[in-house]
């Protein structure tokens, strides 16, 4: 913060103590109003902070949860909250934590219509299947059932050729 200017009539040197007195005490009041501000970079956070900070936003730590993973969920706990409640929004919420492919399908021929289909790969839901419940039940729907389908990405190599065959068989 500049120095503030006195109007002329204030210029004298114990003005100019009281300016800068002045300056010194506001800016000590405005890094205090500030500070607040600064511990609610989650990402940054103290432990301690960013549990309250999850209180605050309706997350609970799951157990073992990586410290980074957590701080994560806390930032995006307000943005995750808007895409709930939706097929695309839960998409959404999955792919922002880091999931790659994640499909959920409402009103899947041969499933009663409570039922949503979520499809994602096995090798992103393994070791994952606690957050996955966690952001489910959190995020979801609250009258739905859920189905989790784990895809296994396979590699295959095909060969195509053409290949004429013509010969004449005598009787």
């Given at each position: 913060m500049?120095?503030?200017q006195?109007?002329?009539?204030?210029?004298?040197?114990?003005?100019?103590?009281?300016?800068?007195a002045?300056?010194?005490?506001?800016?000590?009041v405005?890094?205090?109003?500030?500070?607040?501000?600064?511990?609610?970079?989650?990402?940054?956070?103290s432990?301690a902070?960013?549990?309250?900070?999850?209180?605050?936003?309706?997350?609970?730590?799951?157990?073992?949860?990586?410290?980074e993973?957590?701080?994560?969920?806390?930032?995006l706990?307000?943005?995750?909250?808007?895409d709930?409640g939706?097929?695309?929004?839960?998409?959404?919420?999955?792919?922002?934590?880091?999931?790659?492919y994640?499909?959920?399908?409402?009103r899947?021929p041969?499933?009663?219509?409570d039922?949503?289909q979520?499809?994602?790969?096995?090798?992103?839901f393994?070791g994952?299947?606690?957050?996955?419940?966690?952001?489910?039940?959190?995020?979801g729907?609250?009258?739905?059932?859920?189905?989790?389908?784990a895809?296994?990405?396979?590699?295959t190599?095909?060969?195509?050729g053409?290949?004429?065959y013509?010969?004449?068989?005598?009787?």
């Open positions: 500049d120095k503030p006195l109007p002329i009539w204030l210029d004298g040197s114990s003005a100019n103590k009281l300016a800068d002045a300056q010194q005490i506001w800016q000590k405005e890094s205090q109003l500030t500070y607040w501000l600064t511990l609610q970079q989650s990402e940054s956070a432990l902070i960013l549990d309250l900070l999850a209180w605050e936003r309706g997350i609970t730590r799951i157990p073992d949860e990586a410290l993973l957590y701080a994560k969920r806390v930032q706990a307000q943005l995750n909250a808007n709930a939706s097929a695309d929004g839960l998409e959404r919420i999955f792919k922002r934590l880091g999931f790659g994640v499909a959920v399908n409402e899947v041969g499933l009663e219509w039922q949503v979520i499809e994602m790969l096995e090798t992103e393994a994952k299947e606690r957050l996955v419940l966690e952001l489910i039940e959190t995020y729907k609250t009258c739905r059932r859920y189905l989790l389908n895809l296994a990405a396979i590699t190599a095909e060969g195509a053409l290949i004429n013509n010969k004449e068989v005598a009787r």
